[in-house]
């Protein structure tokens, strides 16, 4: 049996990567993911589409291969080296957030889509009614509504970025996962880590979603009826 | 030219990371259903051990269930045998990219099933027919139109988690674009073809579900 106490400094600081790495993550995701949005949602056809590309592109390939197409993809380019963007993108830690954000924009950009169709027609029709302009409707009523309809979906997605961050460990990250294979191949315990690191992983699962419930409660509308 | 001979080296990776989603698609859709039927049994030593095995499977990380799975049999095998065995890189990869499937399918199964309108099973008893008859006729084939959409997903979901496999040594695409990549230090390109592949399978996968949709719903009437 292995003392588990004797491995806790590390655990606790690949669970410190892990978590950095998901706040960050889900942080600028959101605000990448509302800015995809507006721009799918824009008069101009060129900035539709290609809100509609990346989106498309994202959604298609492995969160490996856009993470291996930023940390490695990123050195073929002398010019890229040259700029300040190198100092973001020579770090593992940098190019796992910039990866990690992009993807969970891009699911969390169709949620949204989806929240926003489905934020009641008469709604909106009652903004008109009242004067408010576009933006103004946007930004009041129709995206705090649309963002109560996706909460639910949303909180999987948050789930999604904290296994993702396990990825982060194939491009040298010592993250949770990380540390277990480095755990691993030191000391032959196998099972017994991996075990391990998947009950801090549940736990945190466990976290997110009592997070997420409070927030349900705490954003829910009092009922009315309607008719 | 150097890239044409790695192009079509990443073409024949193509074939095993197909094959690996396939056989992966086709374990998880058992496991899927037994793990339905079990979680619909009463009794509860069949259906909390089945129930929470389908939530720590959909809770961990997929590298992390990859990794416990391919370490996990090297080291049963190992002390069953007194010896190192090798496990192939793609049976690790096959099981726990099924169990992964089948996890979150037997979910979609089960929705499916309870979505037919009880209706139909007693005017199919009504009707005299047999147990199997009322399964084979009645439930599977509406269940089926509900469930392909969701199906459809967790496909699309698992074609892009076969990349992970890689990492355990399975000469899939990835590994191919990989080997392409620091050969000729041209990361950006060889990782950009793969995901460009990657991209023309799950668009082709998606019309072929879309196709399998409109035509599972095409008797009913809205």
């Known amino acids: 049996m292995i003392n ?19 706040l960050a993550s889900v942080s600028i995701g959101l605000v990448l ?4 949005t507006m721009c799918s949602l824009s008069g101009f056809l060129l900035v539709r589409k290609c809100a509609g590309f990346i989106v498309f592109f994202i959604r298609g390939t492995p969160l490996l291969v856009q993470l291996f197409l930023i940390y490695y993809g990123a050195g073929q380019f002398e010019w890229i080296r040259d700029t300040w963007l190198w100092i973001v993108l020579r770090e593992p830690m940098g190019c796992a957030i910039i990866a990690l954000s992009i993807n969970s924009a891009c699911y969390t950009s169709i949620l949204l889509q989806g929240a926003i169709q489905s934020v009641p027609k ?24 649309a963002f109560r309809i996706a909460l639910p979906a ?74 | 030219m150097q890239i044409d001979g790695f192009i079509l080296q990443i073409l024949l990776g193509t074939i095993v990371t197909i094959k690996l989603a396939l056989c992966a698609a086709a374990f998880g859709m058992v496991i899927g259903l037994i793990g339905a039927l079990l979680e619909s049994i009463p009794s509860p030593w069949l259906r909390y051990p089945a129930a929470s095995i389908i939530f720590i499977v959909r809770g961990l990380p997929e590298l992390l269930v990859l990794f416990f799975i391919y370490f996990g049999i090297t080291a049963i095998l190992k ?16 099981i ?19 979505a037919i309108d009880h209706g139909q099973i007693e005017a ?17 084939p509406q269940a089926w139109r509900h469930a392909i959409p969701g199906l459809g997903n967790l496909w699309l979901v698992l074609l892009k988690d076969t990349a992970i496999v890689t990492l355990i040594g399975l000469t899939d695409m990835m590994n191919q674009a990989k080997t392409a990549a620091s050969t000729t230090h041209q ?23 879309n196709y399998f949709t409109n035509r599972s719903n095409r008797y009913v009437h809205t």
Do not use: H
């Open chain 2, 96 to 114: 726990a990219l099924g169990l992964i499937f089948g996890s979150y399918a037997s979910q979609v199964f089960r929705g499916a099933f309870l």
């Open chain 1, 4 to 22: 588990i106490l004797s491995y806790l400094p590390q655990l606790a600081s690949g669970l410190s990567v892990t978590l950095i790495l998901m």
């Open chain 2, 79 to 94: 002390s069953i045998f007194q010896r190192y065995i090798e496990v192939s890189a793609f049976a690790a990869g096959v």
């Open chain 1, 154 to 227: 949303y909180s999987n997605e948050v789930i999604m970025v904290l296994k993702g961050t396990s990825l982060a460990s194939t491009i040298t990250l010592l993250d949770l996962m990380g540390v277990t294979q480095q755990l691993m191949s030191e000391g032959y315990q196998i099972v017994q880590f991996y075990i391990i690191a998947g009950v801090i992983y549940l736990l945190l699962n466990a976290i997110i979603t009592a997070i997420f419930n409070q927030l349900l409660k705490w954003s829910a509308l009092p009922q009315r009826q309607s008719g």
């Open chain 1, 33 to 36: 993911a509302i800015l995809i």
């Open chain 2, 187 to 209: 990361p950006f390109t060889f990782y950009l073809i793969a995901a460009v592949i990657y991209l023309f399978i799950t668009s082709i996968s998606q019309k072929v579900i």
């Open chain 2, 124 to 140: 199919g008893r009504a009707m005299g027919f047999s147990n199997w008859q009322l399964f084979s006729r009645v439930q599977l």
């Open chain 1, 122 to 145: 008469n709604e909106i029709a009652a903004c008109e009614a009242i004067g408010m302009g576009k933006w103004l409707a946007f930004r009041r009523i129709i995206f705090p509504r």
